[in-house]
């Protein structure tokens, strides 16, 4: 499940980056299509598309590093919970040995002293 976790954001990356290469290559190919004439000035040429896709992949570049920024605090977040609740853990069970200890202790206290008094009684001459 924690494996899963790590890949959402690798994979939401990569998927923009496809989205936003196809999106890219329809817009280049209905331009091609849509104009009248190779020779047109208003057509994009080779250079400037390729200089948008390159904008294009830079800014998911640096979308896909943030997200890796972003997920790398949020797991050592995690760790440190993790590390926490450990500590916790283990303070609680301490605790748990403590208290059932003190709840023996307590629960041998009345049978010695009732045991001891039974003891003392008979052992005493009339």
């Known amino acids: 499940m924690q494996s899963h976790r790590r890949l959402i954001i690798p994979v939401?990356?990569?998927?923009?980056?496809?989205?936003?290469?196809?999106s890219l290559a329809w817009d280049f190919s209905g331009t091609r299509a849509a104009a009248p004439s190779p020779s047109a000035g208003h057509?994009?040429?080779v250079e400037q598309v390729s200089n948008q896709i390159l904008e294009t992949a830079k800014g998911l570049e640096i979308?896909?590093?943030?997200a890796v920024d972003q997920l790398q605090v949020v797991q050592d977040q995690l760790v440190a919970q993790q590390t926490e609740t450990r500590k916790l853990s283990e303070q609680m069970a301490t605790l748990t040995k403590r208290l059932d200890a003190l709840q023996q202790s307590v629960a041998n206290l009345p049978a010695a002293s009732t045991h001891a008094a039974t003891t003392s009684g008979q052992a005493r001459p009339r």
């Not at 939401?12 to 196809?22: E, G």
């Not at 979308?63 to 943030?66: M, S």
Request: charged letters at 0%.
């Open 12 to 22: 939401a990356a990569v998927i923009v980056f496809i989205l936003a290469a196809l």
């Open 43 to 45: 057509a994009p040429t």
């Open 63 to 66: 979308t896909q590093q943030q």
